[in-house]
């Protein structure tokens, strides 16, 4: 079975910096093209930040030059470095690796790939 779960989601204040980590198991993760994404209170499912099998990077305009992801296929993990946090990156963070052919409109969506149940993570001002 498909499982994901994600750790490291913590209350800090703007400026700060958080480390999240994804442990993966039940698939071949060496071959995943993994990602995070975040859904904000009232705000819909957003895609940050993505690295394919062989560890090509994207990121959302929102995050780049404060986030990086990276992945150790050793260990089947993948991470998400933040720094500069900011209120508006208050969510919660989901590890994901998700069907390129389905829209995703919600975070967790059903059959739209394997989902953790996510970390929060909170900025304050």
């Known amino acids: 079975v498909e499982n994901l779960e994600e750790t490291g989601g913590d209350s800090v204040q703007a400026g700060g910096s958080l480390r999240l980590s994804c442990a993966a198991s039940g698939f071949d993760f060496a071959v995943a093209v993994m990602s995070w994404w975040r859904q904000a209170p009232g705000k819909a499912c957003e895609s940050v930040s993505e690295i394919s099998e062989s560890g090509d990077t994207s990121y959302a305009d929102s995050v780049k030059g404060r986030f990086t992801i990276s992945r150790d296929n050793t260990k089947n993990m993948v991470y998400l470095q933040m720094n500069g946090l900011q209120p508006e990156d208050t969510g919660v963070y989901y590890c994901?690796?998700?069907?390129?052919?389905?829209?995703?409109?919600?975070?967790?969506?059903?059959?739209?790939?394997?989902w953790g149940r996510g970390t929060q993570v909170t900025v304050s001002s």
């Open positions: 994901a690796v998700v069907y390129g052919w389905v829209p995703i409109r919600a975070c967790g969506q059903p059959n739209s790939g394997y």
